[in-house]
């Protein structure tokens, strides 16, 4: 395979959009969630994040990386006032619009109107989820924990109320993301559809992995 | 569309192994990645991670959660040991191997050996490389940072050199991870093979966002 080579001093050197865009690259595929929260004020926001992250079954928590000078600043706003969020997956169709919430609107809109999505509400918690979501969560806010070299926040929450569509969760509990439609992210820009290709059981010494899609 | 809903009660009293598959799935999509190091002894050790995370791109930050106590151990101990390690995207021809390295293979055996992946080295590293693989980073340990609520950690590096197959970056410096045919995971065992469906520019306020790919 050929490849291209980077050192550090030549990534540091590179023109400032191709490293945002080379780097946002590197790790992979991201998941595409919708952050959803409310302020003091009543109005509505919702935020594109590609990091959501797992962090623990039982208690059932979840971590974003927030940058705190930046589009989504409502967001982090909205959660240190009222303690909650939503988390909502996006599905395939929706990728265009979830994207538009990338940009910078005034906080006295809300980007569910601008950007064409339904809130819903449940009983007791005040944060709107996006109507429609295939996987959506009401977060409690947690814990902020701070990342000392580049003054990025992450933010950690635990789950108070999930739903699933009902058409993509298996017996076993795994939610199959190609029924739910799911989008992937890779970089700042780019949205992927993925097909399932493998499934594997827990693996085990001496018992070299096999595909149960195949079976 | 019909929902399966839990409360925080009813996901706490699930039985563990459905609680297991469904709280990793809810996250979305997660990068595929092993991580590559080398313990004081000289024996490379090999172990799929899927919590890669983006802190940052100047510099060029990346972040891992890590459960201390658990299979991925010969990791940590390793990367304190030396300062080093590396992240290589999993390419979708070999998921079933990548998976494999998460047996608990004693720490006197390398899982490349055992999972027959073929190590790499570059001048100046220590840690090994996975040889074939489409991107490829060599990292720089930064800090370990806590989660107090449940004990997991977030491991903090800084990339030092970066290797990209020539085939898969393109002149915006965007990786497009279809062609480096690397693989997305969901949950704890399922392998995603992802197809590109948009890309959108910046977004800005009054110009929803229009696919690229469609132009």
Do not use: W
Request: hydrophobic share 35%; aromatic share 10%; proline share 4%.
């Amino acid at each position: 395979m050929d490849y291209q080579s980077f050192s550090r001093k030549s990534i540091s050197d590179l023109e400032k959009i191709y490293r945002l865009n080379l780097i946002n690259s590197v790790s992979g595929y991201k998941s595409a969630n919708l952050i959803g929260s409310i302020s003091e004020e009543g109005t509505s926001n919702l935020a594109i994040f590609s990091s959501v992250v797992h962090l623990g079954s039982d208690p059932a928590i979840l971590g974003f990386i927030m940058r705190p000078r930046t589009v989504e600043r409502h967001t982090y706003d909205n959660i240190m006032s009222s303690g909650y969020y939503t988390i909502n997956h996006v599905d395939t169709q929706h990728t265009a619009m979830a994207h538009y919430t990338s940009a910078k609107f005034p906080s006295s809109h809300s980007e569910f109107e601008l950007c064409r999505f339904k809130e819903e509400f449940i009983d007791g918690f005040s944060a709107p989820f996006v109507k429609g979501s295939p996987v959506k969560m009401m977060m409690k806010f947690e814990q902020e924990i701070p990342i000392e070299i580049n003054g990025t926040i992450m933010m950690v929450g635990s789950i108070q109320h999930l739903m699933v569509s009902a058409e993509a969760i298996e017996e076993s509990g795994i939610i199959n993301l190609e029924k739910s439609n799911t989008a992937a992210i890779s970089g700042l820009n780019t949205y992927y559809s993925p097909q399932r290709i493998a499934q594997y059981p827990y693996a085990r010494v001496g018992q070299p992995s096999q595909n149960l899609l195949k079976e």
